[in-house]
């Protein structure tokens, strides 16, 4: 029996369709969304994000990691678009409010700890009075530079007293350490695990961070127009970043030999540093609020920002991708260290 025209035609372009997927396998499928992440590629905590770059194609994204030199960089790259996500510090937030950069939200926590005091070996500091008379270099205006201020004023010392440098945590620094020239530096990793390592410095007793604001350091930043217009990939690009905090934290070494691929520093130094802080996706807003308050009272920003700063915060990204509400992640939390 034939076939009619009309059955014909159905056959004809049914089997066309088919045997030209058959035929032609090498169409291409739809190019995963590729999304610009800020980071410093020689802060180790910043490892987390190369982890995402190796881990993002099986959740729908491609990574291009563009690299900075400062926190306050990456949050302006992010206001000007010019960068998608990006790796910033709790120290930002005061500024996004006191600034108006609308374009700016913190979606996620990067990690607690990686900052602290290394004293030169040889001085002596037991106690909080012990910093009067004592020079030391930090990066000026600094989370590092505020905690020396905040601890002066929450621990009794005198920070007229205290001998504040500028200079840039960094290999300069530990040169004018080991000559004597400063007696401690107030310094984010790997430089204060290596003046241990180097046995030029120690660590007090009294941790940088012992004090209201405790050891909230780096979050993850986001351009607000890029992920509101593209929710789908923020959700990936978080879940992305709980695997890689989640991998890195339970496989220390690997941890090390992946930093070392971007950082210049030796192994033991890489392996010290890591033990000084952890990994924590969690947005810890009393301890923000804290800190921002705190900020005001000693003149490190024009105006109270407390207030309004739970505005730089959008927790809708971190929420679905956890599948936990915020006040499972860190809304009512102050940030602590084991």
Request: hydrophobic share 45%.
């Amino acid at each position: 029996m034939s076939l009619s025209m009309t059955t014909r035609r159905r056959f004809l372009t049914t089997t066309l369709a088919t045997t030209g997927a058959a035929l032609f396998p090498w169409r291409p499928a739809a190019a995963a969304a590729k999304v610009r992440i800020g980071w410093i590629k020689n802060q180790l905590h910043h490892t987390t994000f190369a982890y995402m770059a190796k881990i993002a194609e099986k959740h729908g994204f491609a990574v291009d990691l563009v690299d900075f030199a400062r926190y306050p960089d990456i949050m302006l790259a992010l206001q000007n678009k010019q960068i998608d996500y990006g790796g910033m510090g709790y120290a930002n937030l005061p500024g996004i409010v006191e600034q108006n950069l609308a374009n700016v939200r913190a979606i996620a926590g990067n990690m607690l700890g990686a900052i602290g005091m290394v004293i030169r070996t040889g001085v002596k500091v037991e106690t909080w009075k012990d910093y009067e008379g004592k020079k030391i270099a930090t990066a000026s205006n600094s989370i590092v530079e505020h905690h020396i201020r905040v601890n002066a004023a929450e621990h009794g010392y005198d920070i007229n007293k205290v001998e504040i440098i500028k200079m840039v945590p960094g290999p300069a620094a530990l040169i004018a350490l080991r000559k004597g020239e400063i007696d401690g530096i107030s310094a984010w990793e790997p430089w204060v695990a290596q003046a241990v390592v180097q046995k030029i410095g120690y660590v007090p007793k009294m941790r940088l961070y012992d004090n209201s604001v405790g050891p909230i350091n780096g979050i993850l930043g986001a351009s607000r127009e890029f992920v509101e217009k593209n929710r789908d990939v923020t959700v990936q690009v978080l879940k992305a970043l709980v695997e890689a905090n989640a991998y890195l934290t339970k496989n220390p070494a690997e941890h090390a030999r992946l930093a070392l691929t971007n950082m210049s520093i030796e192994l033991p130094v890489a392996q010290k540093a890591i033990e000084n802080f952890k990994y924590d996706e969690k947005i810890y807003m009393e301890s923000t609020r804290g800190y921002a308050k705190v900020m005001h009272q000693y003149g490190l920003t024009k105006v109270d920002t407390s207030p309004r700063i739970d505005e730089t915060v959008e927790w809708s990204f971190l929420e679905k991708a956890t599948g936990k509400p915020r006040a499972e992640l860190g809304l009512r939390e102050k940030a602590r260290m084991l």
